[in-house]
Structures are given as structure tokens and as C-alpha cells.
């Protein structure tokens, strides 16, 4: 079955490490998304990339980064300059056609140690 | 600025009610609008997608309305089922953005 595969479903992070997310789809979809949750909130959007080799930052870029060398794949990477990194994090795909939904993965927490 | 708000953040009932929950939004230049589910520790479930054209979509016990005019959108459950506690959330994908917002979503109790 198609869909998306975030990993791993939990992750540590150590003072002043960068730790990686990886999202992997295998919708053919083009788009693709990361968000981040917190507790009680909405969806805010840390980056997204509409193509291969090509991203724009949403609205909480700061403290993240992103690469698209492949369809498939978007890993997000959340670096030491992000001060509050604690959250559940969402990466989606969309195929580009406005008569579909986006379609999620299941998510990474994200915890300091 | 492009926002979307939901009211309330957090509805109780007996279950059988049918209940109505409510998104907002400030621009109605829409590609769409989505209504999803996500329970506790999970990611989101698509439940709804009506097209900036439509005026309502229907699924089962679901029932998506969309009015651009006054940037309002109600998902109605008819008949509650504790299994339908949940969060609701709708995002907005903007016509010029090429990105969507979500509300904070509707914490959900049905009570057996």
C-alpha cells in the first residue's frame, strides 16, 4: 500500500546535537511538508518543497534545515540552533492536484535529554 | 494575514447527539478546504476535501459545509459515537500561497 513513513517514532536529543527525521513516500506525490505540533496546537510549518531539488521555508523555519535530492524523500533536520526543539513532528505529500487530500505520516516525537 | 481559527477547542456530549464544529478563515481566495481527524500520539486522517466550487461534501456521519463569502466552514457528525473522540482539525490550502494553515483544531469527548 502506498503512503508515508516517518522514522524513527521517537527520538532523544542531547544538548547541542543536530538529529535527523526522515520522511519517505512512495505516493508519487510531488509536494512534500514538515510540520511541527505542540501540545494543544495546530499544525505550523517548518518547510516545504513543491519539486526535487528545490524548498521554501514556512513559518518556523529558524533552527531547521531541509534537503529534496530525491522524490521520495525529505529529511528534516533539527539543528542545535533550535533552542526548543520538544514536539511532534508531521511530514506530508500532496500530489499537486487540489481535488486530493494531503496525505500524513505518523509522526516523530522529538524530546531534549 | 491568512489564519484559520476553530470553536471551541474542546466540546463534550452524550453519545447519539449530533454535534456541529466550526472553522474560520480570513482570505476566501481557496484552493480548498480540509477537515481531518487525529487521535492521541498519531498523525492526521483525511475525513473531508471540499473544493473552492463546492459548497458542501458529505461521508457517512460527516458532512462538510464551505461558505467563501463569510470564510466559514462546519463539520457536522450526526448521531455521536465514542469512537468518534478525537481532535478535528481543517486547513486552508490559499490560492496564491502554495501552502495550507491549520486551525488548532477541536478536542472531541463523546461520552458512552
Known amino acids: 500500500d502506498g503512503g508515508i513513513t516517518q522514522s524513527p517514532k521517537y527520538l532523544f536529543r542531547k544538548e547541542g546535537q543536530n538529529v535527523t527525521l526522515s520522511c519517505e513516500q512512495n505516493?508519487?506525490?510531488?509536494?512534500m511538508y514538515w510540520y511541527r505540533q505542540d501540545p494543544g496546537q495546530g499544525l505550523r510549518l517548518i518547510y516545504y518543497s513543491q519539486i526535487v531539488n528545490d524548498f521554501q521555508k514556512g513559518d518556523i523555519a529558524e533552527g531547521y534545515s531541509v534537503s529534496r535530492e530525491k522524490k521520495e524523500s525529505f529529511p528534516l533536520t533539527v539543528t542545535s540552533a533550535q533552542k526548543n526543539p520538544t514536539a511532534f513532528y508531521l511530514c506530508?505529500?500532496?500530489?499537486?492536484?487540489?481535488?486530493?487530500?494531503?496525505?500524513f505520516g505518523d509522526g516523530t516525537r522529538l524530546s531534549i535529554l | 494575514k491568512q489564519e484559520v481559527t476553530q470553536i471551541p477547542a474542546a466540546l463534550s456530549v452524550p453519545e447519539g447527539e449530533n454535534l456541529v464544529l466550526n472553522c474560520s478563515f480570513t482570505?476566501?481566495?481557496?484552493?480548498?478546504l480540509q477537515w481531518f481527524r487525529q487521535d492521541p500520539g498519531k498523525g492526521l486522517t483525511s475525513l473531508l476535501l471540499?473544493?473552492?466550487?463546492?459548497r458542501e461534501q458529505t461521508s457517512g456521519r460527516l458532512n462538510a459545509s464551505l461558505d467563501k463569502s463569510s470564510g466559514r466552514s462546519t463539520l457536522y457528525i450526526a448521531a455521536s459515537q465514542p469512537g468518534d473522540s478525537a481532535t478535528y482539525l481543517c486547513?486552508?490550502?490559499?490560492?496564491?500561497?502554495?501552502?495550507?494553515?491549520f486551525g488548532d483544531g477541536t478536542t472531541l469527548t463523546v461520552k458512552p
Open positions: 471540499i473544493q473552492s466550487s463546492q
Open positions: 505516493l508519487n506525490h510531488d509536494a
Open positions: 482570505d476566501s481566495a481557496i484552493y480548498n
Open positions: 486547513a486552508v490550502f490559499w490560492y496564491n500561497a502554495g501552502k495550507s494553515t
Open positions: 506530508a505529500s500532496f500530489k499537486g492536484d487540489f481535488n486530493q487530500p494531503q496525505h
